[in-house]
């Protein structure tokens, strides 16, 4: 299974885009990559999945270059709210064993 | 309502008790899962189910087992062979659709050892 890296941790300020970005060097052809947010003593949240070029939701945009061995997540205009810990993860879609690898991810820390 | 429940909230044991946590998903996932976050960690799995009367084992399933009688209910029990069962618990559904296969989470069991 394809490990991430992303940043331990980010600052940012209200108002502002926040771009965060994951390494997945060993990504699989059926590897989508997926973002989860969590804030603390809660269960994650799915933000986003996408598997090339640009995904975008009433929430984020993810960013995937043609390689696929990287990822941005993109968070516009954030707000104290954001602040929690962000996870890029990449999954085996085509086993549907479902089984993906937390990293510790991103904390970001949005500051008014 | 739709979604994934778990219950208790908070639970606390004492040392050499076995204890089930509970979790329930009304969403018709086929594939349910648990995990376990200790602080500042990512999720470690533990067990997952894919179909009703079948488990896995994951990464940490020793001094765990599970039960998948029903497709909506997936409980985990913490034994007294877990040395360190302190932890928040994490269940989590899925189902496969369109070449992926998305999971989502219930809001946790913060589990104490006393």
């Known amino acids: 299974l394809a490990k991430t890296t992303q940043p331990i941790s980010m600052d940012s300020y209200e108002g502002q885009e926040v771009n965060i970005t994951c390494s997945h060097n060993?990504?699989?052809?059926?590897?989508?990559i997926t973002w989860y947010q969590q804030f603390p003593s809660q269960g994650p949240r799915f933000i986003i999945q996408g598997y090339k070029t640009k995904v975008t939701n009433e929430v984020a945009s993810l960013f995937i270059p043609a390689d696929r061995k990287s990822s941005t997540l993109s968070l516009p205009r954030v707000s104290l709210s954001d602040t929690a810990v962000y996870y890029c993860?990449?999954?085996?879609?085509?086993?549907?064993?479902?089984?993906?690898?937390f990293g510790q991810g991103t904390t970001l820390q949005v500051k008014p | 309502d739709g979604g994934i429940t778990q219950s208790p909230k908070y639970l606390f044991r004492k040392e050499g008790q076995n204890v089930t946590l509970s979790c329930e998903q009304n969403l018709n996932h086929d594939a349910m899962y648990w995990y376990r976050q200790d602080p500042g960690q990512g999720l470690r799995l533990i067990y997952y189910?894919?179909?009703?009367?079948?488990?896995q084992k994951g990464d940490i399933a020793e001094g765990y087992s599970v039960s998948r009688e029903k497709k909506e209910s997936f409980p985990l029990t913490v034994t007294s062979a877990q040395k360190n069962p302190t932890a928040f618990y994490l269940c989590a559904s899925s189902i496969y659709d369109r070449g992926t296969d998305t999971q989502y989470f219930g809001p946790g069991t913060r589990l104490t050892v006393l």
């Open positions: 060993n990504i699989a052809t059926n590897d989508y």
């Open positions: 189910s894919q179909i009703v009367n079948d488990f």
């Open positions: 993860l990449v999954g085996d879609g085509s086993s549907n064993t479902g089984k993906l690898i």
